[in-house]
């Protein structure tokens, strides 16, 4: 029986603990099964992907990854502002808070409320982990080749293959 290793084209599954520079947990799979993930599609940061490269089952890894190599810098430009009036008036607003913007002419994106003024809302369109330092700490759950509908599809499928 040959052991499977992380590469492109397989599909594995990891258990993971995310921290920021400061130590505050980020996220994790505890209490959750495992992330499966297509190695090689960039479904995962690049950092983690590299980092997990020709591992096996079993594998354990910490790295630290800098934001260029994870979510990427913070950008100025992501930041702009929007007249309260083109909000639905229902909407509670609240520093933080998650909004998906929709237009006609884009795709959906997420934006976090960056500060709320008497006349305007300033958005941030950033993703919220840009511009950190993640440490993961990660568990290689399992490794298998992907299959053909995997493939095609773009993403791992659970037991009994395709549930769209």
């Known amino acids: 029986m040959s052991t499977h290793v ?3 084209g397989m599909a594995a599954a990891i258990y993971y603990t995310v921290k920021d ?3 505050t947990l980020v996220d994790t799979t505890k209490g959750r099964g495992p992330l499966a993930y297509l190695h090689g599609k960039g479904q995962i940061v690049r950092g983690l992907e590299q980092a997990l490269e020709g591992k096996a089952k079993d594998a354990h890894i910490v790295v630290t990854v800098p934001p260029e190599d994870g979510y990427g810098a913070h950008r100025a430009e992501g930041i702009f502002r929007i007249k309260r009036s083109a909000l639905p008036a229902h909407l509670k607003l609240e520093v933080g808070r998650l909004l998906t913007m929709t237009s006609p ?3 959906a994106r997420q934006v976090k409320i960056h500060a709320i003024e008497a006349e305007e809302v ?3 369109q950033n993703h919220p982990l840009a511009g950190r330092t993640l440490t993961f700490e990660v568990t290689v759950a399992g490794v298998r080749p992907a299959t053909d509908e995997e493939n095609k ?3 791992v499928h659970g037991p009994g293959g395709h549930h769209h």
């Open 6 to 8: 992380v590469s492109a």
């Open 21 to 23: 520079e400061t130590g």
């Open 105 to 107: 002419t884009a795709p």
């Open 122 to 124: 300033v958005l941030d």
């Open 153 to 155: 599809h773009g993403h």
